[in-house]
């Protein structure tokens, strides 16, 4: 991949094992950078998420201590506040860890290609596309990436679907994510109660989709010097009837979720890899991002959606994968911030 950092790639001992510890000249490359941590509760997502899980244990908490813990200067930004704007113009990279509209979804990245500070994660086309669940499936299609069946579902005729749906069946919001704006619907019947309840919280935009009975797997990719790079894929075992919104976001009360790596057939994880890839190459994706998948029965791997900006606490499925390749968690967030910094591009009227 053409000007790719080092990024999650440390140099390998004598005996070629991975050697771990963040590499020396990432580190220096930050040193004097001012990095801002932008987390605020941007979207319906990110402020159950603030509501549900104890201050200590937010992401945010975990990249400041990483940042400060190898000596870098590193500062909580807001985005919610009325300064935001004055307050980004004063550090020299962005550390993205905001989540649905208005943090993932382009408009944030928009913001700060304007302003010409480089940020982590992929950028305006990636991210609204990644963000916009429909506009995702037709990617997915047009890469030959099997998806399930879905139709839109009109605000005020909630109850017309097509006589052929089969129920049950997942209601979601297009701008949805971390589950948060999904419903599992038992029947017709119910379709415009629960439409209801998805737009009272401001989700308006929804759509019904086939529900695929088998294994929900997530597969991370990331940059590298020889590009993108897969990591080992993640199976969610859940008690819930699917992956909710409190399994999801955890908290005090949620139900157990279980990550391990899925036995699948040589050719069935060749094929995953590949196509979690090539999504990232089309979008032109940075950083890391993360594609979620349901396997049926079959074999077959529907897709499902795209997130630009993986969670990041310590036992998100980002950093679960990473330590499988033996990634630490300091070595994972200084990589996307090198990234971010040597991919940074000069705002385009000062460029000659």
């Not at 304007?114 to 990644?130: D, N, R």
């Not at 399994?247 to 979720?257: D, I, Q």
């Amino acid at each position: 991949m053409p000007g790719a950092p080092s990024a999650f790639c440390a140099p390998s001992r004598p005996d070629g094992k991975r050697q771990t510890g963040v590499n020396v000249l990432q580190a220096e490359l930050l040193r004097h950078k001012r990095i801002a941590v932008v987390y605020g509760p941007v979207s319906e997502e990110d402020s159950l998420y603030i509501r549900s899980v104890p201050r200590e244990k937010w992401s945010l908490a975990g990249i400041l201590g990483a940042l400060e813990g190898l000596g870098l200067h590193a500062e909580h930004v807001d985005p919610t506040d009325t300064d935001f704007i004055e307050r980004i113009r004063l550090f020299d990279v962005a550390f993205l860890n905001v989540h649905g509209p208005y943090g993932e979804d382009g408009r944030l990245q928009g913001l700060l290609d304007y302003l010409s500070i480089p940020y982590t994660s992929s950028g305006v086309l990636a991210g609204s596309i990644g963000m916009d669940k429909l506009a995702s499936k037709a990617v997915f299609s047009y890469l030959g990436i099997p998806v399930p069946r879905a139709v839109p579902v009109p605000r005020s005729r909630a109850a017309e679907v097509p006589s052929d749906f089969s129920f049950p069946a997942m209601l979601k919001a297009v701008d949805g994510g971390s589950s948060v704006g999904m419903a599992l619907v038992g029947a017709a019947a119910d379709l415009p109660h629960e439409a209801e309840v998805l737009n009272s919280r401001g989700f308006n935009r929804l759509f019904l989709e086939e529900y695929i009975h088998g294994r929900a797997v997530t597969v991370s990719v990331m940059a590298t010097e020889s590009g993108p790079t897969a990591l080992p894929p993640l199976e969610f075992v859940t008690e819930s009837e699917y992956y909710d919104e409190s399994t999801k976001l955890g908290g005090s009360g949620a139900p157990h979720v279980e990550y391990r790596v899925p036995d699948l057939p040589p050719h069935e994880l060749k094929d995953l890899t590949e196509k979690s890839k090539a999504v990232y190459e089309f979008l032109a994706c940075r950083g890391a991002v993360r594609i979620d998948y349901m396997i049926d029965n079959q074999g077959v791997a529907y897709a499902l959606e795209v997130n630009t900006i993986p969670g990041l606490q310590d036992q998100s499925n980002l950093p679960v994968s990473c330590r499988l390749e033996g990634i630490t968690y300091p070595e994972l967030i200084t990589s996307l911030l090198v990234n971010a910094v040597e991919n940074a591009a000069p705002a385009p009227w000062t460029a000659e």
